[in-house]
């Protein structure tokens, strides 16, 4: 397959909610490097792969589409989750079947360098040095993004003051026919933006900086409501379009970080006052 063939199942992959394990189920048998194929190619030389990881849960098997990792997944199982998700390759795509042979694996050491724990950590003993109680509830949360906002904001309202909820992982989007531009993260602060009371804020962000847009994330609080009223934005209209990066470029509540040169998935932090 090109690039291009496979930008386009990425996209409507994406577009229909699906989840990182599922995309690169299909991204292991569109390029014969994925899945094995690196370490297969480097035989019989000693492979040692330092691996970040951008995959909730760290199963090194879909970080990357795991390049040298036995993969267990066969072109059935990609083709399986195309199907699941309505999507229809072109008769003209082929796809490719990952080394099975154990011996490709045998002088290989796959070792997690970096992963979104080790972020979470470090934004908890910030949170405490500044007088906060902090506590990482999750390093692996999946879901709908709405879904995942308005649970850690009920969450948030039961806590008590001063506290800092810590979230890591990967929320998806399911994008109707039209739909405007944004990413998981700015979709998930516009989510929760009515719920919020006074004294709380949720920020969630891409570590890369790269919220599927310039922006990493955005800032959701009572400010951020007042911003979009000043500027006589709708909330709700914007949700409904899937518009959150236009929502946020008006209203200055976008967090803007450049590329970060690393990526362990996204955080969430939720703060309450």
């Avoid at 040095?129 to 039961?158: C, K, N, P, W």
Wanted: net charge negative; with cysteine.
């Amino acid at each position: 397959m090109t690039c291009a063939d496979e930008g386009t199942l990425w996209s409507a992959l994406s577009a229909q909610g699906a989840s990182i394990q599922d995309i690169n189920t299909v991204r292991k048998h569109t390029s014969p490097l994925r899945g094995g194929g690196l370490a297969q190619a480097a035989y019989p030389a000693e492979v040692i792969s330092l691996i970040i990881s951008d995959v909730p849960g760290n199963d090194i098997g879909y970080i990357a589409s795991g390049p040298t990792v036995r993969d267990t997944s066969t072109i059935d199982d990609a083709q399986a989750v195309l199907a699941r998700y309505n999507i229809e390759p072109r008769a003209e795509y082929t796809f490719t079947e990952t080394p099975k042979d154990q011996k490709y694996f045998e002088r290989v050491t796959n070792t997690l360098f970096l992963s979104n724990q080790d972020a979470l950590i470090a934004i908890k003993s910030e949170a405490e040095r500044r007088g906060y109680t902090a506590t990482i509830m999750s390093d692996h949360f999946s879901g709908e993004a709405r879904e995942v906002g308005l649970g850690i904001i009920q969450q948030l309202h039961d806590a008590a003051p001063h506290t800092v909820l810590l979230y890591g992982g990967e929320a998806t989007v399911k994008l109707g026919n039209t739909h405007g531009n944004g990413g998981r993260n700015q979709e998930m602060a516009l989510a929760v933006l009515t719920d919020l009371h006074d004294d709380e804020l949720l920020l969630p962000i891409a570590s890369d900086g790269h919220d599927n847009s310039d922006h990493a994330g955005a800032i959701a609080d009572t400010t951020t409501r007042e911003h979009a009223a000043l500027k006589h934005i709708s909330i709700e209209d914007c949700f409904a379009a899937h518009n959150s990066y236009d929502f946020f470029t008006v209203t200055g509540d976008a967090l803007i970080t450049g590329y970060t040169g690393s990526n362990v998935s996204d955080i969430i932090i939720a703060i309450k006052n």
